[in-house]
């Protein structure tokens, strides 16, 4: 299995992805949320060209069929994605596969669907979305990391470049971070503390 570069941000649109891809990056998931389906296509089939000619990998959340007919070769799904993805046709195109976990019995179906990471979350308090979820606290990703062995575990959800080396010291192979990013004074400055943090990593 590859490795998975350890900084992995998160961003809603191809703009972000334009904004980021040229920053020394290595990775990038594309999280589009309540957009009719031909902009989504659009901002994916964009979002794929930046990534294309910068060397960035960009993973697609969600939109598995969008990310197939546009030819994306890594694709993000959570539990509530798996029941209507053809896994098979993805796998059948050598498209890589993350899967969300938040509890065991996510992470035995994670594990059962092959991935090519798990990720778990949220890690600490995240005020993007509304989750069921008390923060999982970094025993969490030390028992996920037992668990999941030589997979890639990436750790989700309220990650500050302040607090990733907790999440790496517990065993995170990779950290996604959407509004450390996004929602700073300076993104580009952020991001290049971000590459200087975790470079060594790969
Ligand atoms: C790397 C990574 N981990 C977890 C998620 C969350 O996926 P999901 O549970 O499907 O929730 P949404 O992001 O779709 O709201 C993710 N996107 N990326
Ligand atoms: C989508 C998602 N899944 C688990 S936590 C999370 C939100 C991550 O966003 P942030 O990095 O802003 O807390
Ligand atoms: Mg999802």
């Not at 069929?65 to 195109?93: N, S, V, W």
């Not at 090519?116 to 030390?142: C, E, F, H, N, S």
């Not at 990650?159 to 907790?166: F, K, Q, V």
Request: proline share 7%; with cysteine; hydrophobic share 45%.
């Amino acid at each position: 299995m590859n490795a998975l570069p350890a900084f992995y941000p998160i961003v809603d649109s191809a703009d972000w992805v334009g904004r980021l891809a040229p920053l020394g990056i290595r990775l990038l998931q594309l999280r589009i949320k309540e957009r009719p389906p031909a902009q989504v296509r659009r901002e994916v089939r964009a979002a794929l060209a930046v990534c294309r000619a910068r060397q960035v990998q960009l993973v697609v959340n969600d939109h598995w069929q969008i990310a197939l007919d546009e030819g994306a070769d890594f694709i993000h799904l959570g539990q509530q994605d798996l029941p209507d993805a053809d896994l098979k046709a993805i796998r059948a195109r050598g498209v890589r596969l993350g899967i969300s976990t938040h509890d065991h019995a996510e992470l035995d179906h994670a594990l059962a669907c092959d991935p090519d990471y798990v990720a778990l979350g949220p890690i600490y308090p995240t005020t993007l979305k509304a989750m069921p979820w008390a923060p999982q606290g970094l025993p969490r990703i030390a028992e996920w990391k037992r668990r999941v062995g030589r997979l890639p575990l990436v750790a989700i959800g309220g990650i500050t470049l302040e607090c990733a080396a907790g999440c790496f010291d517990a065993g995170a192979d990779s950290v996604a971070v959407v509004s450390d990013v996004t929602r700073h004074p300076e993104p580009a400055i952020r991001v290049a503390d971000w590459v200087a943090l975790t470079g060594a990593r790969g």
